[in-house]
């Protein structure tokens, strides 16, 4: 990936906010599972090593389902899932692309995932959260 740099972003009331590496253009996944579905996440999957936590780590609440496998992270204060560690990809992060400051000023692809078909789709994002990903 070209043009990686450190990216701001975080949670409604500014509680939860984080640093992400990324370029300027990227992939997003727009995925029909139940829960981004029902919140209407589209998130990009970036390795663990280009996630760092700034402040809130202590207002985070978490909830997982089905096998656990999934951490979805939310502002305790607002509510919102600006980050979370995806089922597909547990060394990585799947950073809600609307909560990045000025989402709107980026490149983005929207890419549909069909997570309501979980276990036939979850390879092709496993890649996803590898340094070397593009």
């Known amino acids: 990936m070209t043009g990686m740099a450190w990216r ?4 409604h009331c500014g509680t939860v ?3 992400v590496k990324l370029p300027h253009a990227f992939e997003v996944e727009d995925c029909n599972c139940s829960i ?3 919140s209407g996440n589209i998130h990009v999957i970036v390795p663990g090593t280009h996630f760092r936590l700034i402040q809130g780590a202590d207002k985070l609440s978490e909830y997982t ?4 496998g999934a951490k979805h992270r939310f502002c305790s204060i607002c509510g919102i899932k600006s980050f979370y560690v995806p ?4 060394d990585g992060y799947a950073i809600t692309w609307r909560c990045l400051d000025n989402w709107q000023d980026f490149d983005v692809t929207i890419n549909r995932f ?3 078909n979980w276990e036939a ?7 996803k959260s590898k340094a070397d990903a593009s």
């Not at 701001?8 to 949670?11: D, E, F, Q, R, V």
């Not at 089922?87 to 547990?90: D, E, G, P, T, V």
């Open 8 to 11: 701001l972003g975080g949670c």
């Open 121 to 127: 789709n979850a390879d092709s994002l496993a890649h």
């Open 87 to 90: 089922r597909s990809n547990q």
């Open 36 to 38: 981004c579905a029902m």
């Open 17 to 19: 906010r984080y640093e």
């Open 114 to 116: 069909d997570g309501q």
């Open 65 to 68: 389902f089905n096998t656990g």
